[in-house]
């Protein structure tokens, strides 16, 4: 949505892409060497010329940025989980080779490393209902994040790490995302985060799961439900 929004057209193939956004997971061993593979694909196909510009966003990239950007020097620009609203920016100063004088400050927190590392270590993103976004889905059905991170501390688990603390959603914003996507033709939400029914005990008033629920379930035209 946000690249659409910036006037980039997404493409179905790679072939002839000016960029190729590369969205990675860290979770486990065979995610990380699948992430590794996606990228030295793309990266090849750089080499060759097919593409211009290859941007690898996600855990992978939040976890071992600086690894990743000495071993896989063709990489141009990497984003962790709580940059990829910048992806425009990043595309649109990429390919115009300039930058616009209008171009927004450096927010804190971001690292650089020669200009192609912007993972940022404060992991503070919420997503919101009006930033714009592309369902992938089937048109009657769509994801809704309702939080973000995780306020557990298992030993066998990375996401904390990856993705920060809990952050849930305030509900109002989540309604208004649904009647948004329900005014798209979504009949059905799945609703996902990486703790689904920790849902909001860090809002004021901490409701949980069970007031969402309900609320998703006054908005007009949505069907089905359904819990990740």
Known sequence: GLTQQAGFDLMAEPEGADAVVINTCSFI????????????????????????????????????????GSEIPEVDHFLGTSDYTRIAEVLRNDLELETPAN??????????????????SSLKFLARY?????????????????????????????IPKLRGRQRSRPMEDLVKEAEKLAAQGVKELT??????????????????????????????????????
């Open 29 to 68: 061993g065979e995610a990380k060497k699948e992430s590794v593979d996606a990228i030295l694909q793309f990266v090849d196909l750089k080499t060759q010329g097919r593409i211009k510009s290859v941007v690898v966003t996600g855990c992978l990239a939040q976890r071992y940025v600086e690894e990743l």
């Open 103 to 120: 171009a927004p400050e450096t927010p804190s927190g971001l690292v650089h490393v020669d200009g192609r590392n912007l993972v940022t």
């Open 130 to 158: 009006d930033l714009p976004r592309v369902n992938t889905l089937h048109p009657a059905s769509a994801y809704l994040k309702i939080s973000e991170g995780c306020d557990n501390d298992c030993a066998f688990c990375i």
């Open 191 to 228: 609703l996902i985060a990486e703790d689904l029914t920790a849902y909001g005990h860090d809002l004021p008033g901490r409701p949980d799961l069970g007031h969402l629920l309900r609320a998703l379930g006054t908005v007009r035209d949505i069907r089905w439900v359904r819990c990740m």
